[in-house]
């Protein structure tokens, strides 16, 4: 482990302190929990970009998607416990 100094205006080291203790823990450990809560979520959202830059690729290059009205309804019968088969995918429409 190494240690880092985080240099804290004293108005948040006050609030800090005063949320750990109704968390019932220290300063130290809900700095270093909302520094992971931070960092995990700034991956989600590197994951979630990936993904979409990922699909809207393939949707350039196949020029294939299903459209939003195809897919709600198929996942409405799929909700409802309905059988339903899934939608094709189609042509995206040109662009004027």
């Known amino acids: ?3 880092t100094t ?3 205006p004293e108005d948040l080291k006050a609030r800090v ?3 750990a203790a109704r968390a019932g823990t220290t300063s130290h450990n809900l700095i270093l929990e909302a520094i992971a809560e931070k960092t995990e979520q700034l991956d989600r959202r ?3 970009h990936d993904l979409a830059d990922h699909r809207h690729a393939d949707i350039a290059s196949s020029g294939q998607t299903i459209g939003w009205d195809a897919m ?3 996942l409405l019968q799929r909700i409802a416990g ?3 088969a899934p939608p094709a995918p189609s042509k995206l429409p040109r662009r004027a």
């Open 46 to 48: 590197d994951e979630f």
């Open 82 to 84: 309905q059988p339903a």
């Open 72 to 74: 709600r309804s198929y």
């Open 17 to 19: 302190a005063r949320a």
């Open 6 to 8: 985080i240099r804290l």
């Open 1 to 3: 482990m190494s240690t």
